[in-house]
């Protein structure tokens, strides 16, 4: 089986940091892809950041030049550096990679969330 643990939620003033984590273990022959999504109360879940295995970076506008996603391939783990916090950034945030356990195919799997809060 394939597991992801987050790490570093938490409540931040505006204008804050925070960084998130998001460790992959178990079976894993190869990962396509990593992101971070987030679910605000009453709201859809929406992409954040994505990187692919080639590196290749995307964001969302809201959070564009203030959060910055990134990766360390050995440890099978992504993280979500977020400067200057706002509180419309106050959501669950949730770690998604897409993993190949053998060579072929590949299933997304998704984190247990981790909720940011930001006060004013």
């Known amino acids: 089986q394939v597991q992801l643990v987050e790490s570093g939620g938490g409540l931040v003033l505006a204008g804050g940091s925070l960084r998130l984590s998001c460790a992959a273990s178990?079976?894993?022959?190869?990962?396509?892809?990593m992101a971070w999504y987030r679910q605000a109360p009453g709201k859809q879940r929406e992409l954040v950041a994505d990187?692919?295995?080639?590196?290749?970076?995307n964001y969302a506008d809201s959070v564009k030049g203030r959060f910055t996603i990134s990766r360390d391939v050995a440890k099978n783990t992504v993280y979500l550096q977020m400067n200057s916090l706002k509180p419309e950034d106050t959501a669950v945030y949730y770690c998604?990679?897409?993993?190949?356990?053998?060579?072929?195919?590949?299933?997304?799997?998704w984190g247990q969330g981790t909720q940011v809060t930001v006060s004013s």
């Open positions: 998604n990679q897409r993993i190949r356990r053998t060579v072929v195919g590949g299933n997304d799997y």
């Open positions: 178990g079976k894993i022959f190869a990962i396509d892809s």
């Open positions: 990187i692919t295995s080639g590196g290749r970076t």
